[in-house]
T-cell receptor
Framework: TQLLEQSPQFLSIQEGENLTVYCNSS?????LQWYRQEPGEGPVLLVT?????EVKKLKRLTFQFGDARKDSSLHITAAQPGDTGLYLC???????????FGQGTTLQVKP | ETGVTQTPRHLVMGMTNKKSLKCEQH?????MYWYKQSAKKPLELMFV???????ENNSVPSRFSPECPNSSHLFLHLHTLQPEDSALYLCASSQDSTDRVNTGELFFGEGSRLTVL
């Protein structure tokens, strides 16, 4: 059983469309992180959400942490081809330094 | 450039070979990690080193042997691997794996793509 479930697993959209990616768990996390991984690269941190209900914006990307700190979402407005990549949510459920990852959402934005 | 360098980027080896993956970080971090990334599976944490001491071995088979001579270098020694071990092996570092004040951002290398024939 996955501790962090991401959906959808794959998304292919046209440039200019909006999309939302979800990260869900039955466990409570003190914080959740979102990473993006491009082909041939390692994951790079986009944002960390810490407070339940928190909303953070990074240009066209909006991240939200659920009130109960069990889920998070990533919304992209007017997607661009440069947004293409693997989006990963991650968290440390036991606060012991063991960061676990969801299975990822592969996003393809076509021009 | 994330400050974490992995070599080699690509490695092909037979099941009887012995090889090593190398990771070096230039960020002054105290914790280093090995993750395995296979197709359609989440990143799997393999090993964690904090201040050169191994603090986590996530039930990894003994054919994978990590070595951390100092806080800046991490190796993964490979011997008698199986074809199912083919994957992208990612090294990462962070300030301190046990610092609960720190949100624990990981800085990843570009990975070593391993193919076992």
């Amino acid at each position: 059983t996955q501790l962090l479930e991401q959906s959808p697993q794959f998304l292919s959209i046209q440039e200019g469309e909006n999309l939302t990616v979800y990260c869900n768990s039955s466990s409570v996390f003190s914080s959740l992180q979102w990473y993006r991984q491009e082909p041939g690269e390692g994951p790079v941190l986009l944002v960390t959400v810490v407070t339940g209900g928190e909303v953070k914006k990074l240009k066209r990307l909006t991240f939200q942490f659920g009130d109960a700190r069990k889920d998070s979402s990533l919304h992209i407005t007017a997607a661009q081809p440069g947004d293409t990549g693997l989006y990963l949510c991650a968290g440390d459920p036991s606060n012991t330094g063991k960061l676990i990852f969801g299975q990822g959402t592969t996003l393809q934005v076509k021009p | 450039e994330t400050g974490v360098t992995q070599t080699p980027r690509h490695l092909v080896m037979g099941m009887t070979n012995k090889k090593s993956l190398k990771c070096e970080q230039h960020l002054g971090h105290n914790a280093m990690y090995w993750y395995k990334q296979s197709a359609k599976k989440p990143l799997e944490l393999m090993f964690v080193y904090n201040f050169k001491e191994q603090t986590e071995n996530n039930s990894v088979p003994s054919r994978f042997s990590p070595e951390c001579p100092n806080s800046s270098h991490l190796f993964l020694h490979l011997h008698t691997l199986q074809p199912e071990d083919s994957a992208l092996y990612l090294c990462a570092s962070s300030q301190d794996s046990t610092d609960r004040v720190n949100t624990g951002e990981l800085f990843f290398g570009e990975g070593s793509r391993l193919t076992v024939l």
